[in-house]
Nanobody, 118 residues
Framework: QVQLVESGGGLAQAGGSLRLSCAAS????????MGWYRQTPGKQRELVAA???????NYADSVKGRFTISRDNAKNTVYLQMNSLKPEDTAIYYC????????????WGQGTQVTVSS
């Protein structure tokens, strides 16, 4: 099993910044991609950003140029730096991980609330 623990959520003003962290532990061998999703009430969970073990990244169009995903392999931690925050970024943010053998993300954190005030 893989355990994912997020931290760093909270309240920010529009235009401000927050950084989320996700620490992975357990059987992390062969984890080849990690990502951040977000969800608001009544909407499907959406992928915000993802990063592979090789360092390739992809982002949702809505966050390109504002959010940056990175990873520290020595600490088994993934980060999401969120700048120029907007009220529409308000959501619960979830960290996710998948093994090379999985098509979909199979491991999830408990989520952390991000609230952006206007």
């Amino acid at each position: 099993q893989v355990q994912l623990v997020e931290s760093g959520g909270g309240l920010a003003q529009a235009g401000g910044s927050l950084r989320l962290s996700c620490a992975a532990s357990g059987n992390i061998f062969s984890i080849n991609a990690m990502g951040w999703y977000r969800q608001t009430p009544g909407k499907q969970r959406e992928l915000v950003a993802a990063i592979t073990s090789g360092g390739s990244t992809n982002y949702a169009d809505s966050v390109k140029g504002r959010f940056t995903i990175s990873r520290d392999n020595a600490k088994n931690t993934v980060y999401l730096q969120m700048n120029s925050l907007k009220p529409e970024d308000t959501a619960i943010y979830y960290c996710a991980a998948k093994r090379i053998t999985q098509k979909e993300y199979g491991y999830w954190g408990q989520g952390t609330q991000v609230t952006v005030s206007s």
